[in-house]
């Protein structure tokens, strides 16, 4: 079995691996097969059922899980890996080095710096107004800042920024900007710790050294 789809348009870097079911450059709505570009760099490993829509840069190293969707329009950096289930809307722009795990969701507006983790199942927002009549037009994206790490099951309300190198408690519900270095959990997520204060129990060393 292969069943490739690969749109006209599509450049794909060297020594990618693409497994059975994948497609690749699919048409925005309104769009021809075509008409976009879509540039996925060298080393890339593709899994089974992964689409990636045209109008889409990705850089050198990439790794999708099965089942993966990512939307038009939105840039991927290097050494970026995006786990099974996860979808990423159009207009998202990704640093070098993200890690999203699995049933991560990710939608429009959104820029995920440089290093960024985030956990499985975490719900990133936009709108603030769900089918409110201006909904499209007061879209608000999420800005996770450079090293930043939000764990499992946690949920980012429209517009909030996590400072970098901040920490966000699995389950936790962020309803204002994290401050840099943060430690917050909780519903609403409220700050509890600095990230540099974290130590491992039986050592006594921090968690996260400082770079």
């Not at 440089?114 to 499209?136: E, H, I, Y």
């Not at 970098?164 to 959990?185: H, M």
Request: proline share 6%; charged share 20%.
């Amino acid at each position: 079995m292969e069943l490739v789809r690969i749109h006209p348009n599509v450049t794909l870097g060297r020594n990618a691996q693409v497994d059975d079911f994948v497609v690749l450059g699919r048409p925005p709505r309104g769009r021809a097969p075509g008409d976009l570009p879509l540039v996925i760099g060298d080393d890339a490993v593709l899994r089974s059922h992964t689409v990636i829509y045209a109008g889409t840069r990705i850089g050198r190293d990439f790794q999708s899980g099965h089942g993966v969707t990512i939307r038009e329009d939105t840039v991927v950096g290097d050494r970026c890996s995006i786990g099974t289930g996860s979808i990423v809307e159009f207009k998202v722009l990704l640093g070098d080095g993200v890690r999203l795990h699995s049933g991560v969701f990710v939608p429009e507006y959104s820029v995920l710096e440089d290093g960024c983790w985030l956990g499985p199942r975490v719900v990133v927002t936009n709108a603030k107004f769900p089918l409110s009549a201006r909904a499209k037009e007061t879209l608000q994206g999420v800005r996770i800042c450079r090293g930043a790490k939000v764990g499992a099951n946690a949920t980012l309300l429209p517009g909030v920024v996590v400072g970098e190198d901040a920490l966000v408690g699995a389950g936790s519900v962020v309803t204002r900007d994290v401050p840099a270095g943060a430690v917050v959990v909780g519903n609403p997520a409220r700050k509890v710790a600095e990230v540099g204060d974290l130590r491992y129990g039986d050592t006594g060393l921090p968690v996260y050294p400082k770079r």
